[in-house]
């Protein structure tokens, strides 16, 4: 995965050919217009005219071009970017401690990789112009006048000192006025959350008042922030402001002849000091393009470096891949010999397992005791570092991981429903099932009545922007999807974690009854009342029980 | 575009001195820059002709040299001032927004409210403000200072070049502009909401699939998935690359009519000079001036590019600031524990589309000093009570009454001032346990937030922590799930409601703490009528012992 992109090489140098080919359409003007003083005649000067407005041409057309090629081109590289990253991530397993929170990699996959297109469309072709268009223009400026060249040459390097200043303080600017704005949503944020408990307690009105408040202070602030960031740009444009009125002037004052200096040979005429005006605001406009794109690049930065972040940080594959395949055949049953595994600060050595199929088993031990890491072994989320699992009469590995796992239900811990209906959720594997089946796999797993409270019963949508179940609720709808599944080894990650005793138990009932059909019931928990209903308890913080 | 209009109006309104002024340096900086470009152009070539035929001694020098570095300070001076002014405005209303905001959001009805929190809904709201400076920074004041620049640019090139260059000028540019950013917007605008759609696709897919990853790949589906990610940032990109063909087509028509305003300017000027009617040095002011008035399109090409953006979050802000149903101003009353009673009568309640109701036929009374608690499992519709008894719900079936009057006729204010509700979800806001305490009574004293804090056995450990200035971060991050929801009661109790509504408010503790707790509540609030929900024997044991009712609901 390559993160580090430039921009078309081909796209910018067009960019910086249009922005040179204003040279000499600006002569043709110049010349037009000092022709007007000398009565030149009309063909010359609609020939003058056709070349100005042909360069012109060309140039929006090389704009046009640039700009086009540039912008598909930074598109492409960041959506394959983005499908690398994308790619990367779902390969990862997903016991893996080092994966990046869901949230932060949404957001980098969303906004943040955009943020890398306005440097390769903006920064990189200002940069681009500066190297070329003010050398070029330094040196013909150089060549007719010394004094232009004088006022350029001075004003010119005296810019990049001053890039650098109001780069630096833009920077710092710009982070610090970022760290205001994003203090003041914190804020808005932190009291929105908490507005339905504002509101039980009365204390909404108080509460906006309070906001305003702060967020009043919060504006004064950023604006004397800004004001140094407008102050330090305000010098860049007063530097390129004065240069030109001091090239107007002074070839204003050469060619009345009041004033006798600053040429070689011979003074300029009316041409060249026509034409040295209007190359003078172009000298300057490269480096403002570049001024005001600044920001961008500091963006691209960040972004770059969150990057590197998770490109150097640790990676656990997914053991097969994310794939799908056929289910591997025979019984289910499992082995384990000398299993291991390496986490960040200690060794785990667990206990050898014979399961055999139809088996219900709790795995129990305290906290950090590598219960929900067997489990993942198990269900060849990851590879252990020593020993062999066998399954089925396989012996577990990237090769027949992904035919594994086909065979295997899961109930975890945080049920996170996906953002679709709760049908919609219960056939993730797209399977169809008929209604008599959905709703004995509901009434088993006594998720029926849950469904009927709900506003749009199957209908309803579930998830991030959706109706919320409470935790037992949940469960018991996944146990219904594991019912709907062919899944004959059921994994469940501390079933009954945080529910009151009472739903603790239908939550227990319903994994018993699943079970009762012959399916392999493995449960990692805390829960000892859980544990006893199990035929048997392993104790990882020792022998077999 | 509505939306975007109703915003316009509202940051406009909320400063419009500063904005107008503002408007008027953005003028001034254009006006400036083709003025100096048009004297500088003229001064040139005035000169060379003066010089050409020796009156170079007798030229003025002294007003156009003065003039072109008046400008050039002139226009500096103007934009830093047309920055600031603009920028500090626009801050402004930007604040009051989200203060509107933030009233607009809390008076909706309390399950929408409940239903936001926590969801990427508001995370969309922050940043959606944000991206709204845009409407009057880069697009409101550009468009208004450039139509006002070209139509000064009319009047002054009429006059002091010719009339037929001025039109030609400000026509060109004028109709070119419009033209091509109205394409451009009326274009992509369809297709910038599609790629905002597709973006929040992906958002969420890319959520759902790291979330439920194990379940995914359990199913074999995680291929599927990563095609559904693939898939939606193909729409995305398909409709970027749409919004971006509109608006290079604009930049090119732009380019174009800039090219041609210049050009025209230049013929018409040379010709009307070969007839005799102008001046050289007043064609090139002509075309100094065409040149320089291009540039009132460069910052509203940026605006335009963000013009999907900004309609997508105007239309979501202008939305939120809608429909303000309950009103927040404070009432002047105080609870009057001694005589407020509580009755529910055959109550009932069913959600609009379900087929089941939650509850049906509870009724209960609670007078001072009364104690109900409420059992049974979880989802059998304790809280739903509670929340009738707050009159955050209205029964669908019964009557809730409170003090003889139903429970939807009472002011917000004056109920929130005799019921306190802890919910089952409390969130608790930034800052020391004094501000979370405060948020709740202003006026509270050390001592008594001590009393409360004791009462709910949590000021031992916060005493350890820096007492009443513990900072907490973010949703109470640093107490344990049972100390936060201990200090939310805390948070309930000190307002000492006449009638307290308590949804299993001992969750996560011991029973000794848990005993401990639930006396704290009867010391600090020893005339409250306390209706409970629990589903912990220790609660229900302790209610006993203290002579109250229970009430068991639901089947199971």
């Known amino acids: ?545 | 575009m509505r939306w975007l209009w109703r915003i316009y109006r509202l940051l406009w309104r909320s400063d419009r001195v500063a904005m107008r002024r503002g408007l008027a340096l953005s003028v001034a900086v254009l006006v400036a820059g083709a003025a100096l470009l048009g004297l500088s152009g003229w001064f040139i070539t005035a000169a060379a002709g003066a010089g050409l035929i020796g009156m170079g001694a007798v030229f003025d020098v002294f007003r156009p040299s003065a003039g072109v570095r008046f400008l050039a300070l002139g226009r500096t001076a103007a934009r830093y001032g047309e920055r600031v002014l603009t920028h500090d405005a626009t801050l402004r209303a930007l604040a009051n927004l989200r203060v509107r905001l933030l009233a607009g959001i809390a008076a909706r009805p309390w399950r929408q409210l409940t239903r936001m929190r926590g969801s990427q809904t508001l995370n969309r709201i922050v940043a959606d403000v944000d991206a709204l400076d845009g409407v009057m920074l880069r697009l409101a004041i550009p468009f208004l200072a450039g139509a006002s620049t070209l139509g000064l640019g009319l009047m002054v090139l009429a006059w002091l070049v010719a009339p037929v260059v001025a039109l030609w000028v400000v026509a060109v540019l004028g109709l070119g502009g419009a033209a091509g950013l109205g394409m451009a917007a009326r274009r992509s605008r369809r297709a910038a909401r599609r790629a905002e759609a597709a973006m929040q696709a992906l958002r969420t897919r890319s959520m759902d699939m790291m979330r439920a990853k194990t379940d995914l790949a359990m199913l074999g589906v995680l291929d599927r998935a990563q095609a559904d990610f693939h898939n939606a940032a193909n729409r995305m990109e398909a409709a970027r690359a749409e919004v971006d063909r509109a608006e290079h087509r604009a930049a090119l028509a732009l380019g174009l009519s800039a090219l041609l305003a210049a050009t025209g300017a230049l013929g018409l000027g040379a010709s009307l000079t070969q007839s005799g009617t102008l001046t050289p040095a007043q064609a090139a002011l002509g075309f100094f001036a065409a040149l320089a008035l291009a540039e009132i399109f460069g910052p509203l090409r940026r605006g335009m590019a963000d013009l999907g953006r900004m309609t997508d979050a105007a239309r979501r802000v202008g939305r939120q600031l809608d429909t303000a149903t309950v009103s927040h101003d404070p009432a002047d009353v105080e609870g009057d524990a001694s005589h407020t009673r509580l009755s529910l009568q055959d109550v009932g309640w069913q959600d609009n589309n379900a087929c089941a109701p939650v509850i049906s036929d509870v009724t209960l009374e609670l007078g001072p000093g009364d104690m109900v608690v409420l059992t049974g499992p979880s989802g059998c519709g304790k809280s739903t009570i509670l929340h009738l008894a707050a009159g955050l719900l209205h029964p669908t079936e019964g009557h809730a009454l409170l003090d003889g009057r139903n429970l939807a006729d009472w002011n917000e204010m004056e109920l929130r001032a005799r019921t306190g509700l802890l919910a089952q979800r409390s969130v608790l806001t930034r800052g020391t346990v004094a501000s979370i305490l405060r948020v709740a009574k202003p006026e509270a004293s050390d001592e008594e937030m001590r009393a409360v804090l004791d009462a709910v056995a949590l000021w031992p450990v916060l005493a350890r922590r820096g007492g009443l200035q513990a900072e907490l971060a973010e949703t109470g991050t640093g107490l344990s799930g049972g100390e936060t929801r201990r200090l939310a009661l805390a948070r309930v109790l000190i307002r000492r409601p006449a009638i307290l509504l308590l949804d299993e408010p001992t969750t996560g503790l011991d029973p000794a703490t848990a005993c401990a707790v639930l006396d704290g509540v009867r010391t600090i609030c020893p005339d409250s009528a306390i209706l409970l929900a629990s589903h912990s024997p220790v609660e229900t044991e302790w209610a006993r012992a203290a002579g109250g009712s229970i009430i068991s609901i639901g089947k199971g």
Request: charged share 20%; with cysteine; glycine share 8%.
């Open chain 1, 1 to 545: 995965m390559r993160h580090r992109l430039d921009a078309d090489p081909v796209a910018q140098v067009a960019w910086a050919v249009s922005a040179l080919l204003w040279i000499p359409q600006a002569w043709f003007a110049a010349s037009l217009i000092a022709g007007l003083l000398q009565q030149s005649s009309t063909q010359d000067m609609t020939t003058k005219l056709a070349l100005f407005a042909l360069l012109g041409g060309v140039r929006v057309g090389l704009d046009h071009f640039a700009q086009t090629r540039l912008v598909r081109d930074a598109r492409r590289s960041v959506a394959t970017l983005r499908q690398d990253l994308l790619n990367r991530e779902a390969g990862r397993s997903p016991s893996d401690d080092a994966r990046p929170d869901s949230g932060a990699l949404a957001a980098l996959l969303t906004e943040k990789l955009d943020m890398l297109i306005p440097a390769l469309t903006r920064y990189q072709p200002a940069m681009m112009r500066v190297r070329t268009v003010p050398p070029v223009i330094l040196v013909l400026a150089l060549w007719h006048s010394w004094a232009v060249g004088l006022v350029l040459l001075v004003a010119g390097p005296l810019i990049p000192v001053f890039q650098a200043l109001v780069g630096m303080a833009a920077k710092q600017a710009s982070a610090q006025q970022l760290e205001e704005v994003s203090t003041l949503n914190t804020m808005l944020l932190d009291r929105l959350r908490a507005l339905p408990d504002l509101r039980l307690l009365g204390a909404v009105g108080r509460m906006t008042e309070d906001f305003r408040l702060r967020a009043d202070a919060l504006r004064e602030r950023s604006m004397r922030v800004l004001r140094l960031a407008f102050l330090s740009s305000t010098v860049l444009e007063l530097f390129s402001a004065i240069g030109v009125a001091m090239v107007a002037v002074y070839v204003g004052f050469l060619l009345l002849g009041q004033i006798d200096f600053g040429y070689w040979a011979s003074p300029l005429n009316a041409t060249e000091g026509i034409w040295l005006l209007m190359l003078a605001p172009a000298f300057f406009e490269p480096l403002r393009e570049l001024a005001a794109a600044w920001h961008d690049k500091a963006a691209a930065e960040a972004v770059n470096d969150e990057l590197d972040v998770l490109q150097a940080g640790e990676f656990l594959p997914l053991p097969g891949g994310t794939g799908r395949a056929p289910a591997l055949q025979g019984p289910a049953h499992i082995r384990t010999r000398s299993l291991g595994v390496q986490l960040a600060d200690h060794r785990i050595v667990f206990p050898d397992l014979d399961i055999p199929p139809g088996a219900r088993v709790a795995l129990t031990g305290p906290s950090g005791s590598g219960k929900s890491t067997l489990l993942a072994c198990l269900a060849a989320l990851r590879t252990p570092d020593h020993g062999t699992i066998e399954v089925a009469g396989h012996v577990l590995d990237p090769a027949t991981a992904a035919a594994w796992r086909a065979r295997l239900g899961w109930l975890p811990q945080d049920v996170h429903f996906l953002n679709r209906s709760l049908l919609g959720n219960l056939l993730l594997n797209g399977r169809k099932v008929d209604d008599p089946t959905l709703q004995s796999a509901l009434q088993k797993a006594q998720a029926d009545r849950i469904v009927a409270r709900l506003p749009h019963g199957l209908h309803t949508r579930l998830g991030e922007t959706g109706v919320g179940v409470s935790g037992g609720e949940a469960r018991r709808l996944l146990i219904a999807r594991l019912w709907l599944s062919q899944a004959d080894v059921i994994l469940a990650d501390e079933p009954t974690a945080d529910l009151d005793r009472i739903t603790a138990d239908a939550v227990t009932d319903a994994l018993l009854d699943l079970s009762a059909s012959g399916r392999t019931l493995i449960v990692a928990t805390h829960d000892a009342a859980l544990a006893d209903r199990m035929d048997r308890v392993v104790s990882l913080d020792g022998g077999v029980g």
